[in-house]
């Protein structure tokens, strides 16, 4: 019989998984409906898709218009147009469901007799959105009719981009410069940006000589306390009649980091182990067996991933120093060297700085006891 995932692997957290972060979500929907635009960058799956999603799901209960637009899936501009209108679109029809793949199928989509009765009351019309149109003039298009109906309904609309660093594959300058004269106009549209190169989102909102310098405010997802992770762990556990112990618990946290999917990884896995041996306790050597078990399923990823620091110059020497709790300035390579290959391994989300002036940290310790075993 197959055993039913207890946590969320392979698919984003619900409400009940997204894990201590009221008081983040709770100030980001008040700065949002306010009219304050947002960036939330970091490393992939440490949960911003998750928490952004669940923002707008409380802005949704508020009153708010919402919409969400992944920039990983757009293949250009026209792609990304017909994303943001369907998206905008479906506040008034309540078919957020549908999927919807050129600019073409979205303008029968909204050619309906039913639909444009119920778009009633907004200026822009399907003539105005023709199919013969540059995908420059249609993604003006979706940003207008994104303000329109905000301002028809009298209501905030907040639209989600998620993996914004794609403006760069997009169209770059030329598409940020285009965006930006939007944006400034509008007076019911708010942005939350996500992204997970964090260097690259903050020069784009931070560089004075950047279209969207300071149109947003930057704000970094905090990391989740162990102490809220134990809560959460024991809650989902027990509610399926399983015992964590403290041993159990502790030798999860320290064996992910607190990394948010890979704890989720190996905390399901645990639970599937026990589900196979028909035992009701997980204790500090299940939790290691689980552990060892993920990583083995990660080991091809990890090989990539190794190689893609080692493309860059001196990188793979960097990591390695910083694995063993070396300075990475004590590997006798030049600074400027050691600077950039910091900067890339940043860049990569490999390693982060929790502060300015702190020591770098793997992003993902599993993958730290990877490199570790690797390297002896």
């Known amino acids: 019989m197959p055993v039913v995932p207890l946590f969320p ?44 999603k669940a923002v ?11 919409a969400y637009v992944d920039l990983f899936f757009a293949t250009g501009l026209e792609s ?27 303008l029968s989509w909204l ?22 149109r540059t995908p420059e003039q249609m993604l ?46 509008q007076r019911w549209c708010t942005y939350l940006f996500l992204g997970s190169q964090a260097s690259l989102l903050n020069a784009l909102f931070a560089e004075r000589q950047r279209a969207l310098y300071r149109f947003a405010l930057l704000r970094d997802l905090p990391p989740v306390p162990d102490e809220a992770w134990r809560m959460y762990l024991h809650r989902k556990f027990e509610g399926a009649g399983v015992e964590l112990t403290q041993a159990g618990a502790d030798t999860l946290l320290a064996r992910t980091g607190g990394h948010p999917y890979g704890l989720m990884q190996v905390a399901n896995r645990a639970y599937v182990l026990l589900q196979q041996g028909d035992l009701r306790k997980i204790t500090a050597d299940v939790a290691v067996l689980a552990c060892q078990d993920v990583l083995r399923t990660l080991d091809r990823v990890y090989e990539a991933e190794w190689a893609d620091v080692r493309r860059v110059k001196a990188a ?25 290959a910091l900067a890339a391994l940043v860049q990569q989300g490999v390693i982060y700085r929790p502060a300015p002036r702190a020591r770098y940290r793997f992003t993902e310790v599993m993958f730290w006891d990877w490199l570790l075993g690797k390297l002896t």
């Not at 169209?171 to 285009?178: A, D, S």
């Open 111 to 132: 050619g309906g007799f039913q639909v444009t009765e119920r778009l009633a009351g907004l200026e822009v019309a399907l003539t105005r959105i023709g199919p013969h």
């Open 56 to 66: 707008l799901a409380e802005l949704d209960r508020a009153g708010c218009h919402t």
């Open 140 to 185: 003006d298009a979706a940003l207008v009719l994104s303000e329109q109906m905000a301002a028809r309904d009298q209501k905030r609309l907040v639209v989600l981009l998620d993996e914004f660093q794609e403006v760069n594959r997009l169209g770059g300058t030329l598409l940020l410069q285009r965006m930006r004269a939007h944006f400034q106009q």
């Open 9 to 52: 692997v392979g698919t984003l957290a619900g409400p009940d998984d997204v894990v201590d972060r009221e008081a983040f979500m709770a100030d980001a929907a008040a700065e949002l409906t306010s009219g304050q635009s947002l960036v939330v960058a970091g490393p992939r799956r440490t949960g911003k898709t998750s928490v952004g």
């Open 80 to 106: 990304l147009a017909t994303q943001l209108v369907q998206a905008v679109v479906s506040n008034r029809l309540g078919m957020k469901n549908r999927v919807i793949h050129s600019w073409e199928e979205l």
């Open 316 to 340: 793979g020497r960097i990591l390695e120093a910083l694995a063993r709790g070396e300075s990475p300035y004590q590997t006798n390579l030049p600074a400027a060297t050691v600077y950039r």
